[in-house]
């Protein structure tokens, strides 16, 4: 026992409270906490609902939002750890994370975590509008709170419902172009929210027994790999019309077109083919199969959107 507790017990006869000692923790440790792949989907969903977004934007406007959109979902992902790392340290997939590793301690990661919120929602609203900064806001709350907090470790439903979260950046990005919420920044936002069930219950079928050790009612824990798979079919079944409607109502090109119905096509294929297989190595390559196309997927029709925004160069010497 130190000195300074061995005097706290000597004054109070009892044992000191347990001290949250900082840590010593490297930037690269608190990059992690940002959740550095999710936040480049977020940046890059947000980015797409900037640039199709109706009117003129000043490019320094554009960049303060999405500069402000992205710390924004860092804050989430800082503070989704902090509360998560109970289960977090005994999941091969996120044990090695700052904080159950020990490298960043629970206090410092709510702090962080915090900080970063509330920054980024007011420099968005002073500096961009308020619509965008209530959408930020609530967001981060839904993330943080709704999903993390809640709807992860009470329902199998966790994922359908806490995708939101990850569907909001188009709409956020498109209210601090426009001051508004049109229908493709809707329709952006469908797309996501329908894409989240298929991809993370790809994941969670071959993950199965480390989200069952966490105590976490993921869908295949709860209902059994044979009813997500039945799910996984029937949201990408829902899904893949989605992607083609921007093309079907007129709002992108042909190229965007082609590749929705190619690459949708593709989801579909695979979706069927986790749906067939159902036991063994056969299994689980299909479930691998699918969580990495679907990533492919989503890049794929968010670039055509923006390269099909983005102006066409004149001609030179024409």
């Given at each position: ?26 930037v690269s440790d608190y990059i992690a906490l940002l959740k550095p792949r999710v936040m480049s989907l977020v940046i890059f ?18 960049f303060t939002a999405l500069l402000c959109i992205a710390i924004g979902a860092g804050a989430s992902g800082a503070l989704n ?197 159902r036991e063994g190595v056969a299994a689980e390559k299909a479930a691998k199969r699918l969580f990495a196309f679907s990533i ?23």
């Amino acid at each position: 026992m130190s000195d300074v507790a061995s005097r706290e017990y000597e004054v109070t006869g009892s044992e000191p409270a347990a001290i949250d000692v900082p840590s010593f923790a490297s930037v690269s440790d608190y990059i992690a906490l940002l959740k550095p792949r999710v936040m480049s989907l977020v940046i890059f969903t947000a980015l797409v609902g900037i640039v199709r977004a109706p009117g003129d934007v000043h490019p320094v406007i554009a960049f303060t939002a999405l500069l402000c959109i992205a710390i924004g979902a860092g804050a989430s992902g800082a503070l989704n750890m902090w509360w998560d790392a109970d289960i977090d340290a005994v999941m091969t997939r996120t044990r090695g994370r700052p904080v159950p590793a020990g490298r960043v301690t629970p206090g410092e990661a709510l702090a962080f975590g915090m900080t970063l919120s509330v920054g980024s929602v007011l420099v968005l609203g002073l500096l961009v509008n308020v619509l965008s900064a209530a959408l930020l806001a609530f967001t981060i709350f839904f993330y943080a709170v709704i999903y993390t907090m809640w709807l992860k470790r009470s329902t199998p439903q966790n994922i359908v419902i806490g995708g939101a979260a990850g569907a909001f950046p188009p709409m956020v990005g498109w209210a601090a172009a426009s001051g508004g919420i049109g229908l493709e920044s809707v329709l952006l936002f469908l797309l996501i929210f329908f894409w989240t069930p298929p991809h993370f219950w790809a994941l969670a079928l071959y993950k199965t027994g480390d989200y069952a050790r966490a105590g976490v009612p993921m869908l295949p824990v709860v209902a059994g790999e044979a009813e997500t798979r039945r799910q996984i079919l029937l949201y990408t079944l829902v899904l893949v019309p989605l992607g083609i409607a921007p093309f079907a109502l007129g709002m992108a090109g042909l190229a965007y077109g082609v590749v929705s119905v190619v690459s949708g096509a593709a989801m579909l294929a695979l979706a069927l083919e986790v749906y067939r297989r159902r036991e063994g190595v056969a299994a689980e390559k299909a479930a691998k199969r699918l969580f990495a196309f679907s990533i492919l997927y989503l890049f794929l029709l968010f670039a055509v959107l923006l390269v099909e925004a983005l102006p066409v160069p004149s001609g030179i010497g024409i």
